[in-house]
């Protein structure tokens, strides 16, 4: 795809993932005049395989509080052609595994370690 010109192009560019067997998000944001499509994914490894088909260079992970309950949201952004796109997935985590939210990629850290 080499421009998001149209809400078309930009879905289809999520039809292009989903047909070389990426899972579909469970929600996808498109803004008006196309310059923001968001995509919510349900699990890591969903989040890994969206964001090395889109090759998202850029990652930042936060953690908040919501209601009492910890989150971590780790979120892949890039740029094509004016269009900013991210790959978001939210998880919930205790403070039981503080080692997971010091981490980039919990799924990197080695069983000793965690």
Not at 10 to 39: D, H, N
């Amino acid at each position: 795809m080499t421009e998001l010109a149209t809400r078309a192009q930009a879905f289809g560019l999520i039809a292009e993932g989903v047909a070389a067997g990426l899972s579909a998000p469970w929600r996808l944001y498109l803004a008006r005049g196309c310059r923001y499509l968001s995509l919510s994914v349900g699990d890591r490894a969903e989040w890994n395989a969206w964001r090395t088909h889109l090759g998202c260079p850029e990652l930042s992970v936060r953690v908040y509080d919501a209601g009492g309950e910890i989150r971590r949201s780790s979120m892949a952004e890039i740029v094509l052609d004016g269009c900013r796109i991210s790959v978001e997935l939210v998880e919930e985590v205790s403070t039981d595994d503080l080692d997971r939210l010091l981490v980039a990629d919990p799924t990197t850290v080695e069983p000793e370690e965690r």
